[in-house]
């Protein structure tokens, strides 16, 4: 019988501006070009392992919830999920292609798991997970790859736990693996880096952290899980608290992964902008008995 399985998983920030400069062309100015110069490797990595699916973890911005509903775990389960009009008008980008039967899944194994999350069978997708999107794939007609979203509240106090990230991403990998089709499933995670959009420090960008963050991904994850509240707000700004979605998608890989790729890059807009692509090493072993 053959299983899904998680194969790798890629994180990326996901500012808003570098949706709006794929959508407006501008992606070879001067500013742009050595931002997007950094997504080639795995544009031209992903051609050769393209996922069926994707688990994309992102944050909605206030786009499809308001502060009347903050779901702190929110797993999207419709068929189609729309490009959320976030002011300015939706982006020009195609409907985004949900896996119901896989997100239904993990909802039950997730649940029976107890991780209590909010299940969506409507749900908008603003930058969050549009912008990553469009970083890997560009700007096709239909997008290549199935999406399974999951939002995560880190907008409104208190976000979860970079720990509770890592449980929960822990959990998805064993759900995934546990689903009897045989599908190659990414997941993704979405957010930072360092950056403060408003207040005295507004613009704050903190590349030693930034830089410590990506290389504990593989030298020390256990030390991420343990990252506190008040520390991601001091040292990565107000908005870098984005990182525990990261965690997450590094939860949800095994103990034993492979950095394949990195990219950074300051600024975009206000941000620092990161970039990993991550494989799973149990993935990638030949299972005992096989050939
Ligand atoms: C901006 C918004 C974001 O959601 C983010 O993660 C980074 C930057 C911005 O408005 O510049
Ligand atoms: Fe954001």
Redesign the pocket.
Known sequence: MTMARITAGIST?????IGAAIDHGDTGQDYWKPLFQGYEWTRTWLDRNRPDVVVLVYND?ASAFSLETIPTFALGCAATFEPADEGFGPRPVPTVHGHPELAWHLAESLILDEFDLTLMNRLDVD??LTVPLSLMFGSPDAWPVRVIPLAVNVIQYPPPTGNRCWTLGEAIGRAVRAYDEDLDVQIWGT?GMS?Q?QGPRAGLINTPFDTAFLDRLTSDPQALRRIPHLEYLRDAGS?GI?LVMWLIMRGALGADVRELHRHYHVPA???AVGHIVLEAREAAATPEGSS
């Not at 920030?13 to 501006?17: D, F, I, Q, R």
């Open positions: 920030s996901h500012v808003p501006a911005h930058h969050g957010g950056h959009l908005e984005e807009s206000n941000t």
